[in-house]
C-alpha cells in the first residue's frame, strides 16, 4: 500500500501541493511560537544601572503581605514608603546619606521620557562630567547625551534652565541633573537613599523600616526593576496567543485542504473499489498518503520554522515589542511538538473522509464522482451543530454570570475560534443560497458569463466552500479582534464623556503639591476645583484571592460638583474618611456594608461602603478620601467655571498657578481627545503580529487550493473552449468564479464577526456602560478581502492560463491522463 501511496504522491502531486503546503505552514507556524514561548520563559538577572557604584541603598518598604486561605500573598504598594525620619537620621549620624530623588521632566522641544535628579546622586551610575561644570544655581543642569549642548537655554515643566555640562549616555536613562536643592523643592519625598558605611552597620541602625540593598540587589533601586519579569509577561502573553490563532488556523486550513483533496479523488475511488479493492484498502491508502505527505511537510516546517524564528525574535525587539536580550534559544522540544503535531493534524485531517470514501460501493462511487453531493455529511453537520450550540451556550452563561470576562482580551481573543470554526463545518449548507444571492445580478447582464458562474459555483459546493475557508477564518479574525478594540474603546470614550463634565482640566506629569493646588483653588472665577490624585486599595474576595483596584482620592463635595460619577445606589456625598465608594464588581457591593481593605499605603482598615458605581467598561474604581490615600501625589485637577466668568480669564489664571510645577491646562474637549482610549503600541503591534500570521498564512492556502481546484477542472475549461469560448473569456469566468468564492468567504466572515460583537454589545449593556454603536473595521476588512480577493484570481487564473496554452483537446485529455 505504501508504494502504490508513493506512486500516486509522483503522479499527482499537484492534487497534494494545497494539502503539503498548508501543512507545512502551520507546523512552521507552530514552531516559530513554540521557540518564541521557550526563549521568552526566563530573563536574565540585570545588573545594578543609576546605583552599580553605590555602596549601600536604603529603600522604603514597596510590599505588603496578607494572610489568605491559600497562604501568604505578597502586593506592591501604590507607592514605596519614605524611609522614617527617624531611620534617615539614625543614619547620618552613622555616615554620610545622599538623598535619591526621581521625577518626569517635560522639555518642550526635546526627547520623551527625560527624568530629573539631584545632581549628588550622578556619581553613583557613575555619571561623569564630559563637558562644562556641576550646576551651581537653581538655573542650571547637567543633561546626559548629546541631545543638548553647554550653553543651550531649555524649556521645561519646571521653567528655563541653562545647560552647564553634559555627561556621556549611559544607555538606560535620559536624566536631567538639577542641584540638590532644587530637585528637593519639586520633588520634596524620597523613598531611598545611598549610604556610604558598612552594610551590616546599616542593617543594624535600619532593622526591619526599610529594605538595604547591596551587591546585585541594587538593581532593584533602579527605575522600572520589574520590566524584565513585565517583558517577559507580556511576551508569554503575546505569542501565546499568537500560537493559539496560529495553532487554529494551522488546523482548520489544514483539515479543510486534506478532506477536499480526497473529495477530489472520488472517482479514483470508484475505479479502485470496481477493481476489486476492499474499504479497507482505500482508507489504507488515503492514510498511507496524509502519513507521506505529513512527514514530508511537518520536516519542512520545522526548517522553515528554524529559519524563520530569528527573524521574529528581531522584528519584536525592533518594534519595541520585547526588551533588547530577547533571542531564540536552542531549545529541541518546539521542533518535537510541532512535527508531530503536523503529523496528527494530517492523519485526523483525512480521517472522515478515507472513512466516507471506503463506505462507497464501486457503482455509487463512480455515479457521485460525476455530481457534487452530500457535502454536507452527518458527522460533519453534527459536529458544526455541536460547536454553533457550545458558542451559543457558553456566551449566555457568560452573559448571566460574569459578562465583565466578555471584555478581556484573552476572551475576544479566544471567543470567536469557536465560532469560525462551527460556521465553517456548516458552511455547505449557506454556500449555494449565498452564491445564488451574490450572483444574481450578473446573472441577469447580457450574456452567458455571469449565469456560468452562478451555476458553476452553486453546484460545486465542496470546492466553494473548501476556498472559502481561508477567507472565512481571516475576516472573521480581522473582524473580531480588531472590532472589539474599536466597539470597547468607543464605549470607553463615551462613559467618560458622559463622567467629564468639568469645563478645564489641569494635569502635571509629576504630581501637583499642596501649594499649587491652594494657588488653583485661589483663582478668580472658579466655582468648584476638585483634585484628585491615583492611589490603589487591596480587598481580599471569598478568602482566597487578594485583588487590586484602582482608585483616586478626592474631596466629596469638590467631585460631586466637577464630575457625574455613574451610581447604583447611594450618594457621592455620603463619602467620608470613614468610608468608600466601590463598584458592583466587589463581592461586597452594598450601601451600608463594612469592606476590610488594604489601603495604597498597606495600612489595614474597615470602611463602610457610601456608594456603588456600576462595572460599566471597568475603569469605574473605587473612590476613597485623601486621608486614606496618604502620599498619593495629585496628578489631576478639574475645574467648573463660575457662571459669567470669562473661561479664557480663568484657564489663563489657573496656568500662572502651575507654571512653576510643570502643569498644563486642557478644556473638557481637548482633555477627552488627550485621553481618548485607543490600541497602544504594544497590542497594536501584537494584533498586527497575530492576524499577519493569519492572512499570510490564508493566503498562502488559499492559492495552494485555487491552484489545486483549477488543476481539477482542466476538463472543464477545455469543453468551453471546444464551445467557441475565447481564451479571454475563459479566463474571465475563472477569475469571476474566484471572486464570487472570496465574497461567500467574506459574508461569512463578517456574520462571524458581527455576532462575536453583538455578544460583547450586551455584556456592555449588562454592566450598565453607555450606548455606543458596534465598530467594525471596515478599512482594515477591505484591505484584507481585497488581498484575499488579489491573491484568488491570480492563482486560479495563472494555471488555467498555463494550461489553455495546450489547446483545448488538450486541456481535456489532462484530468483523464492525471
Known amino acids: 500500500m505504501l508504494s502504490v501511496a508513493l506512486r500516486t504522491l509522483r503522479v499527482r502531486w499537484t492534487a497534494f501541493a494545497g494539502s503539503f503546503v498548508a501543512l507545512a505552514l502551520g507546523v512552521a507556524l507552530l514552531c516559530v511560537m513554540g521557540l518564541a514561548l521557550a526563549s521568552a520563559s526566563d530573563a536574565p538577572e540585570h545588573a545594578p544601572e543609576r546605583f552599580a557604584a553605590a555602596p549601600v541603598v536604603v529603600r522604603g518598604q514597596d510590599t505588603f503581605r496578607v494572610t489568605t486561605a491559600n497562604g501568604v500573598e505578597t502586593r506592591p504598594l501604590a507607592r514605596p514608603r519614605p524611609v522614617p525620619a527617624r531611620t534617615v537620621a539614625a543614619l547620618r549620624a552613622l555616615a554620610q546619606v545622599t538623598e535619591d530623588r526621581a521625577f518626569p521632566v517635560r522639555v518642550a522641544g526635546g526627547p520623551g521620557g527625560v527624568v530629573g535628579h539631584p545632581w549628588s546622586t550622578a556619581a553613583f551610575a557613575p555619571y561623569g562630567l564630559s563637558t562644562g561644570h556641576a550646576p551651581g544655581a537653581a538655573g542650571e543642569v547637567v543633561v546626559t547625551g548629546g541631545w543638548a549642548s553647554v550653553g543651550e537655554r531649555l524649556r521645561t515643566s519646571y521653567g528655563t534652565v541653562r545647560v552647564v555640562g553634559t555627561t556621556e549616555d549611559r544607555g538606560f536613562e535620559r536624566a536631567v541633573f538639577f542641584t540638590d536643592a532644587r530637585a528637593a523643592r519639586i520633588s520634596p519625598a524620597s523613598t531611598q537613599l545611598v549610604v556610604h558605611a558598612d552594610p551590616a552597620d546599616v542593617r543594624r541602625v535600619v532593622g526591619d523600616d526599610a529594605q538595604v540593598l547591596t551587591g546585585a540587589a541594587r538593581r532593584l533601586a533602579d527605575a522600572g526593576a520589574d520590566r524584565d519579569r513585565e517583558a517577559v509577561t507580556a511576551l508569554n502573553a503575546l505569542f501565546g496567543t499568537a500560537g493559539g490563532v496560529a495553532g487554529f488556523v494551522s488546523v482548520f486550513v489544514v483539515a479543510s485542504t486534506f478532506s477536499f483533496t480526497v473529495a477530489q479523488r472520488r472517482r479514483e475511488f470508484g475505479l479502485l473499489r470496481t477493481a476489486g479493492a476492499t474499504p479497507g484498502q482505500v482508507r489504507r491508502l488515503v492514510a498511507a498518503e496524509a502519513l507521506l505527505v505529513g512527514v514530508l511537510a511537518s520536516a519542512t516546517g520545522c526548517a522553515l520554522g528554524a529559519y524563520a524564528a530569528p527573524r521574529l525574535a528581531a522584528w519584536v525587539v525592533g518594534e519595541g515589542l520585547a526588551p533588547d536580550w530577547f533571542a531564540i534559544g536552542d531549545e529541541v522540544w518546539p521542533y518535537h511538538l510541532a512535527f508531530w503535531t503536523g503529523l496528527l493534524v494530517a492523519l485526523c485531517g483525512v480521517v472522515a473522509a478515507s472513512w466516507r470514501a471506503g463506505r462507497t460501493g464501486p457503482a455509487e462511487a463512480l455515479r457521485e464522482a460525476s455530481v457534487d453531493t452530500g457535502t454536507l455529511t452527518r458527522g460533519r453537520l453534527v459536529c458544526g451543530a455541536a460547536l454553533l450550540l457550545t458558542a451559543a451556550v457558553t456566551l449566555v ?9 466578555l471584555l478581556h482580551r484573552k476572551t475576544y481573543v479566544s471567543r470567536p475560534m469557536l465560532l469560525i470554526a462551527a460556521v465553517a463545518l456548516l458552511a455547505p449548507l449557506p454556500v449555494r443560497p449565498l452564491v445564488r444571492l451574490l450572483a444574481w445580478l450578473p446573472a441577469r447582464l447580457p450574456g452567458a458569463a455571469g449565469m456560468l458562474v452562478r451555476e458553476n459555483a452553486a453546484a460545486s459546493v465542496r470546492r466553494t466552500a473548501s476556498v472559502a475557508a481561508p477567507v472565512l477564518v481571516t475576516v472573521a479574525l480581522t473582524g473580531s479582534l480588531l472590532g472589539a478594540t474599536a466597539t470597547l474603546d468607543g464605549a470607553r470614550a463615551a462613559e467618560a464623556r458622559q463622567r467629564t463634565v468639568a469645563d478645564l482640566v489641569v494635569t502635571a506629569d509629576g504630581g501637583l503639591g499642596p501649594d499649587a493646588v491652594r494657588r488653583l483653588r485661589a483663582v478668580p472665577g472658579t466655582a468648584a476645583v476638585s483634585a484628585t490624585a491615583p492611589t490603589a486599595v487591596y480587598v481580599v474576595e471569598e ?20 464630575a457625574r460619577i455613574p451610581l447604583t445606589d447611594g450618594r457621592i456625598s455620603g463619602l467620608d474618611d470613614d468610608s468608600i465608594v466601590v463598584n458592583e464588581e466587589w463581592e461586597r457591593h452594598t450601601v451600608g456594608q463594612r469592606v476590610t481593605v488594604r489601603l495604597g499605603d498597606g495600612t489595614r482598615r474597615s470602611l463602610r461602603i457610601a456608594a456603588v458605581m456600576p462595572v460599566g467598561t471597568g475603569d469605574n474604581g473605587a473612590y476613597v478620601t485623601p486621608a486614606n490615600a496618604r502620599g498619593a501625589a495629585v496628578d489631576r485637577v478639574e475645574v467648573t467655571v463660575a457662571p459669567g466668568a470669562d473661561e479664557g480669564a480663568v484657564a489663563a489664571g489657573l496656568r500662572e498657578a502651575v507654571r512653576s510645577s510643570g502643569g498644563r491646562v486642557l478644556t473638557r474637549a481637548a482633555w477627552l481627545d488627550a485621553t481618548a482610549p485607543g490600541t497602544d ?5 501584537g494584533f498586527l503580529l497575530v492576524l499577519g500570521i493569519a492572512l499570510l498564512y490564508a493566503g498562502i492556502s488559499l492559492a495552494a487550493t485555487l491552484v489545486m481546484a483549477t488543476s481539477d477542472r482542466l476538463r472543464d475549461l477545455g469543453t ?6 475565447t481564451r479571454g473569456q475563459v479566463l474571465r469566468l475563472v477569475a469571476a468564479e474566484s471572486l464570487t468564492v472570496v465574497a461567500v468567504g467574506t459574508v461569512l466572515g463578517l456574520v462571524v464577526a458581527a455576532l462575536n460583537l453583538c455578544g460583547m454589545r450586551g455584556a456592555l449593556a449588562l454592566l450598565s456602560a453607555p450606548a455606543s454603536p458596534l465598530a467594525l473595521p471596515w478599512p482594515e476588512l477591505g484591505a484584507v478581502a481585497g488581498a484575499c480577493a488579489l491573491v484568488a484570481v491570480a492563482a486560479a487564473t495563472l494555471p488555467a492560463a498555463l494550461a489553455l496554452r495546450r489547446g483545448a483537446a488538450e486541456g481535456m485529455s489532462v484530468r483523464a491522463a492525471g
Open 543 to 562: 478568602d482566597v484571592a487578594l485583588v487590586r483596584s484602582e482608585a483616586r482620592a478626592a474631596d466629596p463635595a469638590a467631585l460631586a460638583a466637577t
Open 720 to 725: 468551453l473552449r471546444l464551445a467557441g469560448a
Open 681 to 685: 503600541g504594544m497590542s497594536r503591534a
Open 397 to 405: 452563561l457568560a452573559l448571566l454570570t460574569d459578562p465583565g470576562d
